[in-house]
T-cell receptor
Framework: NAGVTQTPKFQVLKTGQSMTLQCAQDMNHEYMSWYRQDPGMGLRLIHYSVGAGITDQGEVPNGYNVSRSTTEDFPLRLLSAAPSQTSVYFC????????????FGPGTRLTVL | GDSVTQMEGPVTLSEEAFLTINCTYTATGYPSLFWYVQYPGEGLQLLLKATKADDKGSNKGFEATYRKETTSFHLEKGSVQVSDSAVYFCASNFGNEKLTFGTGTRLTIIP
């Protein structure tokens, strides 16, 4: 199993550009989440999904869209990037069998100029 | 709302020293508690967890005990190694998608 994979690893955008951060998992997990990590602030939940076709907002959803058309994939879209979205983004997943443990991807470091 | 407060870093220790990283939580109810570790350039990995009061989580020589009376979940290790250098995050969760994280503590172990 590859676990949770994320692409790209690094990305630089200009203000106003759009892009999609990709996340995939091969563990057949129902639950998937996106977090952002900023210095001195820990990780904050952006959006999450409890299954294909179902998404919901987390703590800091503004400026981001998500969709969940398959169990495996959970892309995060930035429609019009802003410097405040410079951060490291982590995707996570967990199965229904273990309500506690989340598995994290390696992260995408995004810089918005 | 729920929150997690952990010891600010960075923390620098010599190899074989004793480690404590403090973590306290505030929550309405009794969440599950976790320590995650992030090695350089990698994502977070679950280090240990405890799901109810007085539970002790342990892994790789690290331990933490869920203390309801002090709302704490301090991370300890008796003898640290250079390979333990990483960022450690305390987190709480009520069994839903929202993990509430502390700000992280960067630990550096020098030989």
């Amino acid at each position: 199993n590859a676990g949770v994979t994320q692409t790209p690893k690094f990305q630089v955008l200009k203000t106003g550009q759009s892009m999609t951060l990709q996340c995939a998992q091969d563990m057949n997990h129902e639950y998937m989440s996106w977090y952002r990590q900023d210095p001195g602030m820990g990780l904050r939940l952006i959006h999450y999904s409890v299954g294909a076709g179902i998404t919901d907002q987390g703590e800091v959803p503004n400026g981001y869209n998500v969709s969940r058309s398959t169990t495996e994939d959970f892309p995060l879209r930035l429609l019009s990037a802003a410097p405040s979205q410079t951060s490291v983004y982590f995707c996570a997943s967990r199965g229904t069998g273990d309500v506690n443990e989340q598995f994290f991807g390696p992260g995408t470091r995004l810089t918005v100029l | 709302g729920d929150s997690v407060t952990q010891m600010e870093g960075p923390v620098t220790l010599s190899e074989e020293a004793f480690l404590t990283i403090n973590c306290t939580y505030t929550a309405t109810g009794y969440p599950s508690l976790f320590w995650y570790v992030q090695y350089p350039g990698e994502g977070l990995q679950l280090l240990l967890k405890a799901t109810k009061a007085d539970d002790k989580g342990s892994n790789k020589g690290f331990e933490a005990t869920y203390r309801k009376e002090t709302t704490s979940f301090h991370l300890e290790k008796g003898s640290v190694q250079v390979s333990d250098s990483a960022v450690y995050f305390c987190a709480s969760n009520f069994g839903n998608e929202k993990l509430t994280f502390g700000t992280g503590t960067r630990l550096t172990i020098i030989p």
